[in-house]
């Protein structure tokens, strides 16, 4: 959260546009004025990143950043719901600043046309407060689990294949667990891409709006989040199940060592 004490003045528009917010006795003024003092990374405007930085636009986050070098394709909007048919062809980072900003125009939007990489993450990830990741390789999730790990930022990642998702959030230091606790070891040619395997489109909406609203918890410090969880949601089965992450004592990432 930013350090500082929240300025709760709203201008009118503010005020209609965030009432359902604020009429939370949990959120309130307090809670609205804090998300529009926070800002957010998103990797990857694709499944997940769509409906999670649109969620996350809506909600009023003052800045957001969003880390992605591909482009539209007509195969994307079956489930990228950020983009519509007269973007194919364009950058995904281009055309998502452009929804995001007619959606809610006080929100600030940076993006970064690139690939996420070990040796840029670092600039990007110290600007902001929080990072959600929603890449669809593991290289990409290690290098970005590694870089929030290394900074002190709290991450909440998801992922998605064919009718399932899973979702978890990764808090540094306290005897935490990191994301590479979870997957230590995945072997990239092993793992099918939605392009190979396939994708239930609404899936990643389920999971990407899940994304927003466990991000929104970490920045309000509302409820009790998924730190040392995971959560594994079946399209087919229509059920959730979550189970404990404890810490791995020889994590290359997070282990200490004495």
């Known amino acids: 959260m930013p350090p500082h004490a929240p300025d709760l003045t709203f201008t009118d528009d503010a005020l209609t546009r965030y009432s359902r917010h604020i009429l939370l006795p949990e959120i309130g003024a307090l809670g609205q004025a804090r998300l529009r003092d926070s800002s957010v990374l998103v990797i990857g405007a694709g499944g997940l990143g769509s409906p999670l930085a649109l969620y996350l636009a809506a909600a009023g986050i003052g800045r957001i950043g969003i ?18 048919t007269d973007d194919i062809g364009h950058g995904k980072a281009e055309r998502a ?10 929100v600030e939007i940076v993006t970064y046309p690139v690939r996420a990489t070990a040796d840029n993450l670092p600039s990007f990830v110290e600007a902001y407060d929080l990072v959600c990741d929603g890449s669809d390789n593991f290289s990409t999730r290690y290098a970005v689990a590694d870089c929030c790990w290394a900074q002190g930022k709290t991450l909440v990642s998801g992922a998605v294949q064919r009718f399932e998702g899973t979702l978890s959030t990764f808090v540094p230091g306290h005897g935490r667990p990191c994301y590479r606790c979870l997957t230590p070891d995945a072997d990239e040619n092993a793992t099918l891409s939605c392009g190979q395997a396939g994708i239930f489109g609404a899936v990643t909406g389920v999971i990407g709006s899940l994304m927003a609203v466990e991000a929104l918890k970490e920045m309000l410090s509302l409820g009790q989040g998924l730190s040392g969880k995971v959560l594994v949601w079946s399209a087919l089965s229509a059920s959730f199940r979550s189970f404990d992450l404890p810490p791995d004592p020889e994590c290359i990432c997070c282990a200490r060592k004495d």
């Open 67 to 84: 880390v992605d070098d591909d482009r539209v394709e007509l195969s994307n909007l079956q489930r990228q719901i950020l983009f519509q």
């Open 97 to 106: 600043s452009t929804r995001l900003a007619a959606l809610n125009p006080d």
